[in-house]
């Protein structure tokens, strides 16, 4: 190796090193995007860009922008996130997924509450109870994201909120029965 290469290595390496908090914030956008999005309502991607930074946030106006243009991506992903938890949570309680996620006052209804005894999962008692509160857990970051940001998540996401909202209605009438 040249000693060329090898100080420009060495070099390049030590950049990277102080380049690591930048490099550590690179996907903030997909984690605070359901916020960035309900402050661009009434903040432009530069006014957002500059309030993360004075928070010790770097995030830049052009990253804000471009998540902007493109949100099924992060609504996706989001609701990807989301989906599993609150499977978990509706078999324990005998919900539907759909009902839950439109409906914040089942999930405060029900999350004190001890599941079914029948919701064991095949590796036990601790199993189920670790599950269903890392459940609980995630659902809890679910209903603090602003409303209008998680129908627009579920919205993204391919769900249809009549057919929802109707599909839990029928339910609840199939149980009155």
């Not at 324990?92 to 029948?118: C, M, N, R, T, W």
Request: one cysteine or more; hydrophobic letters at 40%.
């Amino acid at each position: 190796m040249s000693e060329f290469a090898r100080e420009i290595g060495l070099e390049l390496v030590e950049n990277s090193r102080l380049a690591e908090e930048f490099s550590a914030q690179h996907g903030l956008i997909n984690e605070l995007f359901p916020y960035v999005y309900e402050a661009s309502k009434r903040m432009s991607s530069r006014a957002i860009s500059r309030w993360l930074e004075s928070k010790g946030t770097k995030l830049s106006a052009a990253t804000i922008a471009k998540a902007l243009r493109n949100p099924k991506l992060y609504w996706e992903e989001l609701a990807e996130e989301i989906e599993p938890a609150a499977t978990i949570f509706c078999n324990s309680y005998d919900l539907l997924v759909e009902e839950l996620l439109l409906k914040p006052e089942l999930f405060l209804h029900f999350k004190d509450q001890p599941p079914g005894i029948a919701r064991v999962t095949q590796h036990g008692v601790i199993d189920s109870h670790n599950e269903i509160q890392g459940a609980i857990t995630k659902l809890n970051d679910w209903f603090k994201l602003p409303e209008t940001a998680r129908e627009e998540c579920l919205a993204h996401a391919g769900l249809d909120f009549q057919a929802a909202i109707e599909r839990a209605k029928k339910k609840g009438e199939e149980k009155h029965e």
